[in-house]
């Protein structure tokens, strides 16, 4: 017996739309099975992963913070791949935002001005982007391989900040742990509202998002990006430039990654840490394909992935599950969304070999 | 469907009336904790406390912790929760939450907070912390018996001041058995890496030490020790398992009695904010059985034991001077608890550079 994957000759636009729904709910399921296996009550369990967490206020607010870098670094790299740039660099982008951003309020610490703010946001958004150069750079000109180059830098960036943290930038006042001053007030993103912790890094997300979206949409650009995506021959015909594509995908998506570096360090953390994302930047890898590369699907994507993380959270507290549970449903989740991408593009043929196996082959 | 949605919101409305119904039965003391409490050192020693505090007042409170709690904003979000979710006293177990409690204590005036081994206060924020240097002092007398060459290797975390402490006393507890007696360090730069704490083992023993130690949370050292066929000693936790042969002793740390005591202060409505400072003689850390060593040097061990217990030997007493050759105390004085708390300076005789 063998199986072989056959390619549909239509796609259904029905369940193009529903895969993802599809995989959630698969992915409940499998969750549910999991838990009973635990010996917990699944209805208890799915209640307090899934639900339990919307029903705060505040509890909505620390959604918003965990989604927020999801889903820029997502939108940022939905460009990206819709015009077939892997960028897989994002994590290194978002930290050398983050570094880049953090330069005023910890080097210049007593420059106090309504300016430290806003220029640190583009110092943010500028470190990203020319972090991303890099690899656009070697992919345009010496035809390098980005997956393999930006995937590479992520490690540099860490480094570099484990070095920033530990060596020069070191709080002087921390008791010699490995993390630098705190941000002084006007170098602190704002919060939203009185009711919960959420900072304005929510609206750039939000605001990223939309950008994107009318972009793609009613914009020449969005045209040039999706047909280079589809096929370079065919945008080489109409005039566009695959080379500054690269380049203008690339660098989008590490300024994307570098503004929610600095925002999540000025909003959330507050200071430099040797370690300041949980892998934000590899997760939304997941957010960007869970929401199909449309920005708006990408906010929903993002939320649903900040989820997991909370739900781990709550599903420790009330019915004492180990906190991996959180990766396990985020495994979960990817695997049933890209296995229903593939069901959707592809049927299963089974092909018995000794049970009419010369009649199933000769009807080709 | 309408049946279901009704089922579900049966189960919710069930689920959340039983879940007030407890939490207002018996008080809730929870714990935030950095690691795995399984993870053989730290954690797990706390997470023992825990279970000593819930069987000893077994009818008055119940527990419930959060674990492999990243320090940063998750630990803010984490704190909160519990905070939130009817905890009325919450220990949060690593250096690392320090900002992270007082900013949640901030903001929930009601519940009361202790953090372990920090340095900052509030009304409804107490610290604690353990003299783990008393421990360190006995093995390092033991080191000074057990080694041959008289080189022993450190595999310290970070530079604070309670790391250099134990490092100091290390040292200070061998010179009074080898006044020739020299420390190697390795700076892991973490609490918990089991690949890099063994990995600053092997660099250890290659560089010729005949006996480790560690100030760092997991077995890993002690099963690289175990495999050179060099003694060690554990931290934290009682690492016995990880070394049957290979283990002097450990530095265990008991936080139990600290546990019960505070939860009983705060039934009692007689909690305050606190920097408590305990060490061998109040049961806050204990030593191992003394075991692998020849009588003789376990009789001297059991006896420093007993001199620190009663007050008669302060391991940081004169004369000592620093590394650099300069006095720091004159024959019989003896520190004060404010330089110890700060300490950012090597006795006379470690080799080692420390990180500034």
New interface residues.
Partial sequence: MRIELEKRPKISTLFSILSPFIALILTIIAGAIMFMLLGKNP??AL?SFF?EPLL?V??LH?LA?KAAPLILIAVGLSVCYRSNNWNIGAEGQFIMGAIAGSILPVVFYEWHSPLVLPLMLLMGMLGGALYAGIPAFLKAHLNTNEILTSLMLVYVAQLFLDWLV?GPWRNPDG????ETR?FAAEAILPELLSSG?THWGFVFAILAAILVWFMMRYTLKGLEISVLGQSERAGRFAGFSSRKMIWFSMMLSGACAGLAGIA?VSG??QQL????S?GYGFTAIIVAFLGRLNPLGIIAAGLVLALTY?GG??A???IGV??KVTRVFQGLLLFFVLSCDTLIHYKIRVIWSKLGGTAVDGGH | MKKIIFA?AT??AV?GFS?QASAQEKAKVCFVYVGSKTDGGWTQAHDIGRQELETALADKIET?F???V?????A???I???A??GCGLIFTTS??FM?QTVKVAAKFPDVKFEHATG?KAAPNVATYNSRFYEGRYISGQIAGKMSTKGVAGYIAS????EVVQGINAFLLGARSVNPDFKIKVVWA?TWFDPGKEADAAKALIDQGVDILTQHTDTTAPMQVAAERGIKAFGQASDMIKAGPETQLTAIVDTWAPYYIKRTQAFLDGKWETTSSWDGLKDGILTMAPYTNMPDDVKAMAEETQKKIESGELKPFTGPINKQDGTEWLAAGVSSDDGTLLGM?FYVEGVDDKL??
């Fill in positions: 209805l208890d209640y639900v705060e505040w509890s620390e913070i530990r008791m010699n742990f490995p705190t912790r999540e959330a953390i840490r040797p370690v300041i949980p909370l959270e709550a420790q507290l009330s180990s906190e | 579900l189960t919710a689920l879940a419930q959060l674990e492999n990243p320090e940063g904003p998750d803010e979000r984490a909160e929760r519990l939130r979710s250096f690392g900002d340095y970070f530079p604070i001041p730069n950012n990180p500034q």
